[in-house]
């Protein structure tokens, strides 16, 4: 689904329009919070969740919370419900047996650093988790769902899209009132610089809640690898325009930019048109690690992804946020 365009400009008569459906529909989400009883797992669970729909770097914050906690000696496994993946789990995804069709893009890719569980029941993958080995769980998307009792929610921001316009669905991207969402986080993570004043209205709203400064960092070597060289660059991420504006900063040569709808099923068919495009352009055809994963398997060669890495402003940021957690 590709988030309306409207969302994300100041609100205006559409916007009020809907309000009276996005007022039922935060409603709805508190009423959901307030009647639910959180059940514990037995281990840590850390939740890297956001407030908007779609997508807002969730995924490279759990690879960065997850790098923390191993290096601190913690045997700590990724959850996630596994979006996109025909699989409802329990189960341990194992990328020699799976592809994203399975278990969604997300755990696939996550997979590759540490044990990676999907579960549509959250509260069963977490137990999952344990009985695995896991010492730690660290959640991929879940802050909204409230069978599962978390030990730290971090919410994760694009400081280029912010909160959108500020209104709960569908009047906006948000998925439930900003207040409501703060009051239950620990720390605000906000990816790239902040474009549209979010730092200073988590403050506004929430002023002891710790906002941390992140950046998306390309792998140096696929980024020297491609200096000089025209690429043609597809995405279907929750904003495309993000990773076609880090083609820019890298100083690549952005020969043509086609986006798709977040966790798009690649088909052999628009693949092959792909790099058919390419070859008429002379270009590298690039996307994203999350894409890269999506392709089928008989392209995957033909194509580059564009590794990421989260860092953070403050390198010791995110570790005094993470020693709250036992």
């Known amino acids: 689904m590709k988030a309306p365009g409207f969302w994300y400009r100041p609100a205006g008569p559409l916007a009020a329009l809907l309000s009276p459906l996005a007022c039922l529909y935060a409603l709805g989400a508190r009423w959901r919070q307030a009647k639910a009883t959180p059940q514990d797992a037995s281990i840590p669970v850390i939740c890297i969740g956001n407030l908007v729909a779609g997508g807002a770097g969730k995924t490279p914050l759990s690879q960065a919370v997850m790098r923390h906690l191993r290096a601190r000696g913690i045997q700590a496994h990724y959850l996630s419900r596994g979006y996109g993946g025909r699989l409802k789990g329990p189960l341990r995804v194992d990328p020699a047996r799976h592809g994203a069709a399975d278990v969604g893009d997300e755990p696939l890719l996550l997979s590759r ?62 998925r439930e009132a900003l207040g409501d969402g703060l009051a239950r986080a620990q720390a605000v993570v906000i990816v790239g610089a902040d474009r549209t004043g979010t730092g200073a209205r988590v403050a506004t709203l929430a002023p002891a809640l710790p906002i941390l400064a992140a950046r998306l960092v390309p792998d140096a070597a696929v980024a020297a690898g491609l200096a000089g060289r025209p690429v043609l660059a597809f995405a279907g991420i929750g904003r495309p325009q993000k990773f076609f504006d880090t083609c820019v900063e890298l100083g690549l040569t952005v020969a043509e930019v086609v986006p798709f709808p977040d966790h798009h099923p690649y088909t052999k068919g628009e693949i092959a048109r792909l790099l058919e495009r390419a070859a008429t352009l002379g270009a590298v055809p690039l996307t994203t690690e999350k894409d890269w994963v999506r392709l089928p398997a008989a392209h995957q060669t033909a194509i580059k992804a564009l590794p990421v890495v989260l860092a953070f402003d403050d390198p010791g940021a995110l570790d005094r946020v993470l020693r709250t957690v036992s």
């Open 113 to 174: 650093t540490a044990p990676a569980w999907i579960s549509a029941d959250r509260l069963a993958g977490a137990r999952a988790a344990r009985d695995g080995g896991a010492e730690a769980v660290v959640m991929d998307d879940g802050f909204q769902n409230p069978a599962l009792a978390k030990d730290l929610s971090l919410l994760v921001v694009d400081g280029g899209a912010g909160f959108g316009n500020g209104h709960v669905i569908p009047a906006g991207p948000l």
